[in-house]
């Protein structure tokens, strides 16, 4: 066997061994992309139950001795209230805001078209004239979203009746 031979067989059998390398690479790198879409799957699971779980605790403390009294009284204006009912409906309201931005923070459903779930969200707020009022003189500002607050203030006029403008020109006043 000459020599030029056992180049030409080393060269395929080095061709080969680097054909079997890539081919386990590409292999393995599939079995890594199939574990990350399981693992980014069990992460939104997660988000989905933690904001379940925190939403649930916020409905609950609705049904407390103490904040229910409270609660009741948020339909009407936030002047009716004294210094620690509007203390515990403005730390509530809060809370319930914080959860929204965190959720859109993460990407928990920003992608309706409707926008369904945050409008619900903030319904369960701007339902009453004391979340009303909280939306115009913090919670607004306190939402970090152009597009969640574009869906506040878009709730906000259909149940206030009036464009969200108008109503922090008043509150300025």
Not at 97 to 111: A, I, K, P, Q, S
């Amino acid at each position: 066997m000459d020599i030029d031979s056992v180049v030409v067989i080393a060269q395929l059998l080095t061709g080969l061994a680097t054909l079997t390398v890539a081919s386990v690479l590409i292999w393995q790198m599939a079995l890594q992309r199939k574990s990350l879409e399981m693992a980014h799957r069990d992460n939104e699971q997660n988000l989905a139950f933690s904001g379940l779980d925190l939403t649930d605790k916020l409905v609950a403390v609705r049904m407390e001795k103490d904040f229910s009294k409270v609660w009741v009284k948020r339909h009407g204006t936030e002047k009716e209230l004294d210094e620690v009912e509007f203390e515990k409906l403005n730390n509530y309201y809060l809370r319930w805001f914080t959860v929204m931005n965190t959720e859109w923070r993460m990407g928990r459903l920003t992608d309706e078209p409707d926008g369904f779930y945050y409008r619900r969200k903030m319904w369960a707020i701007l339902n009453s004239q004391c979340g009303q009022e909280f939306y115009i003189r913090e919670g607004r500002n306190f939402t970090r979203f152009d597009r969640l607050r574009q869906l506040g203030d878009e709730l906000y006029e259909e149940l206030s009746g009036g464009p969200v403008s108008d109503h922090i020109k008043q509150q300025s006043v």
